[in-house]
């Protein structure tokens, strides 16, 4: 059974770092696109970087634009979300997710596996 696991969530200050990452197990998805998505307390899920089958970044959210950084490791085994300058509304559930596809945009709809999601509290 195809399994994405993340980690690297934690409590940290406003303009902290935090490195999320996002293991596959089961199989790899060298031909298919990644994303990050995050879902704040009472808010619906939300698209916050992609990046295609090439290990090209494509697309981030503007919220997040110029602070985290998208990456995917030379063996595609493994996804990363560098995420620097934190701010208290980056406080959301972290989900890393694998698309159909080599390529993909930010609708949910296109993405076939998801994690279950990591932690990320941003205090003032």
């Known amino acids: 059974q195809v399994q994405l696991t993340e980690s690297g969530g934690g409590s940290v200050q406003a303009g902290d770092s935090l490195r999320l990452a996002c293991a596959a197990s089961?199989?790899?998805?060298?031909?298919?696109?990644m994303s990050w998505f995050r879902q704040a307390p009472m808010k619906e899920r939300e698209f916050v970087a992609n990046?295609?089958?090439?290990?090209?970044?494509?697309a981030y959210a503007d919220s997040v634009k110029g602070r985290f950084t998208i990456s995917r490791n030379s063996a595609k085994t493994m996804l990363y979300l560098q995420m620097n300058d934190l701010k208290p509304e980056d406080t959301a559930v972290y989900y890393c997710?694998?698309?159909?596809?080599?390529?993909?945009?930010?609708?949910?709809?296109?993405?076939?596996?998801w994690g279950q999601g990591t932690q990320v509290t941003v205090s003032s």
């Open positions: 089961a199989r790899t998805f060298s031909n298919n696109a």
């Open positions: 990046i295609n089958w090439r290990n090209e970044p494509t």
């Open positions: 997710a694998a698309a159909r596809g080599s390529f993909a945009g930010s609708g949910e709809e296109q993405y076939q596996y």
